[in-house]
């Protein structure tokens, strides 16, 4: 069965830099999607980004384009989130997760999330 | 991007009753590429419904999602004790993809 392991949240100023990774294991990591979905308890779940394991195409939420970066690193199975410039609303857990298909699509696995937390 | 509406905000029912849990886009769903999870406290989601009508692996039939366009519905046929929880609506059909905000199943 699919396990998913979130690590590197923590606390951050305002403006810093952070980057979480996900370890990833029980199914073919290369050819599925992949996505980071966040959740405060005001705003509920907010999709964040996503990479699609058939063409490793990437897409962002409006509100972390131009700041958060999605990757993968096969031979490690591992996917990665690069969030840089942080704002006091990007603070949320932040969850990993292995999508039902090779493209982009439901959620079908979660991780257990991060949390990260951006303030003086 | 697609804005999901989910209504109502609460909803107070007994075990053994029906619930209906609608989502509405602001925008047509391609392909109805819509899904439904279910949330407990401290839990992450877990997937009911994907492509609007397709129950997830292991769910049972009590669930079942319909609707089409910009209109969806999740009805749970004979509310059960572990029923009682948030449930969310999510579109995946067009970037960037979103979820709704939440409907709390809560026991009457």
């Known amino acids: 069965e699919p396990h998913l392991v979130e690590s590197g949240g923590g606390l951050v100023q305002p403006g810093g830099s952070l980057r979480l990774s996900c370890a990833a294991s029980?199914?073919?990591?290369?050819?599925?999607?992949m996505s980071w979905v966040r959740q405060t308890p005001g705003k509920g779940l907010e999709w964040v980004s996503g990479?699609?394991?058939?063409?490793?195409?990437?897409s962002y939420a409006d509100s972390v384009k131009g700041r958060f970066t999605i990757s993968r690193d096969i031979s490690k199975n591992t996917l990665y989130l690069q969030m840089n410039s942080l704002r006091a609303e990007d603070t949320a857990i932040y969850f990993c997760?292995?999508?039902?298909?090779?493209?982009?699509?439901?959620?079908?696995?979660w991780g257990r999330g991060t949390l990260v937390t951006v303030s003086s | 991007e697609i804005v999901l509406t989910q209504s109502p905000g609460t909803l107070s029912l007994s075990p053994g009753e029906r619930a209906t849990l609608s989502c509405r886009a602001s925008q047509s769903v391609s392909s109805s590429y819509l899904a439904w999870y279910q949330q407990k406290p401290g839990q992450a989601p877990r997937l009911l419904i994907y492509?609007?009508?397709t129950r997830a692996t292991g769910i049972p039939d009590r669930f079942s999602g319909s609707g089409s366009a910009t209109d969806f519905t999740l009805t749970i046929s004979r509310l059960e004790p572990g029923d009682f929880a948030v449930y969310y609506c999510?579109?995946?059909?067009?970037?960037?993809?979103?979820f709704g905000r939440g409907t709390k199943l809560e026991i009457k």
């Open positions: 492509d609007t009508s």
């Open positions: 990479l699609s394991g058939s063409d490793s195409s990437t």
């Open positions: 999510h579109h995946y059909g067009s970037s960037p993809f979103t």
């Open positions: 997760a292995k999508l039902l298909s090779y493209g982009f699509g439901p959620v079908d696995y």
């Open positions: 029980g199914f073919m990591f290369s050819i599925y999607g």
